[in-house]
Structure formats: C-alpha cells, structure tokens
C-alpha cells in the first residue's frame, strides 16, 4: 500500500484528478504491475538444427523437461518436427503443459535434409539451457 505518497508529491494533485477522469484510478499500481507483467512475459522461440535424433536421449530429454526447475522457466507448449535416427518419418511432437502427443507427418523423401525444428512457447524460458538440451539429443 503505497497510500502515503500523495503529500510528498505536493504539486500532482490535479494528475490525478485528470487520471480519474480517464478512468485511470490507480494511478500508482501502473508500474508494478508494468513490471511484473515484463517479468512473467510469454515468449517464444524455435531451434532448427539439421542431423538425427538418438530415440534414447529424446526421450530422456523430454522427460528433463517435463520436470523443468522453476528457474529456468515455465513452458507451455513445444510443438516440433523430428528426424528420428532409425525413424523413417516425421517425427511430430506436440506438448501443451501436461498433455503430450506424438505422431508421425509422413515420410522423409529421398534426398530430403533431415532438419529437425522444436518451437518453445512459455515464459521466463532459460534459452540457452533448453538450445543446449535440443543439441545434445543429436547423434
């Protein structure tokens, strides 16, 4: 409660009253709450890397991130296409908090670069620490 500032700010009596007018009240909560908003900010962002995927570590990964420390973010949903060593499709993988769901989009075409590509949507996200992850589970 930031109540008493009223008298240190001598001269803002009319600001406020125009505040009012504009229906902005709470002409003193705007920043905190600016702020905190700033800190908590969804964000995305997508690694793309060319090569294919140890089965193991992708699962062993997945699971990693399933149980995320608080400290390096919250994420919401990953979406990815996967090249799967031994895999002969698309690996498409699609996760939403605590639902998850793979599937296979169709075949490599001959020829065809695997290139593998997760998307990261969440907010907070240690994204050094999760491209780094992405890299490792390549063979």
Sequence with gaps: GH????????GHGD???EDKKRGRGHGHDIP????????TRVNSFAV???????????SAWMQQIGQLPPDKGTIFRIKAIM?????PF??????VM???????????????KKISKIV????????????????????
């Design 32 to 39: 905190d709450a600016k702020k905190s908003r700033h800190d």
């Design 48 to 58: 793309v890397r060319e090569g294919e995927i140890s089965p193991q570590r992708l």
């Design 90 to 95: 698309k690996h498409v993988f699609h996760a």
């Design 98 to 112: 605590d639902a998850s769901d793979e599937d296979d989009a169709g075949p490599w075409a001959p020829g065809e």
């Design 83 to 87: 090249a799967v060593k031994g895999h």
């Design 15 to 17: 600001g406020h009253a």
């Design 3 to 10: 109540d008493g500032g009223h008298d240190v700010h001598g």
């Design 120 to 139: 990261f949507i969440g907010k907070g996200m240690d994204e050094a620490f999760l491209r780094a992850g992405f890299d490792a589970i390549f063979e």
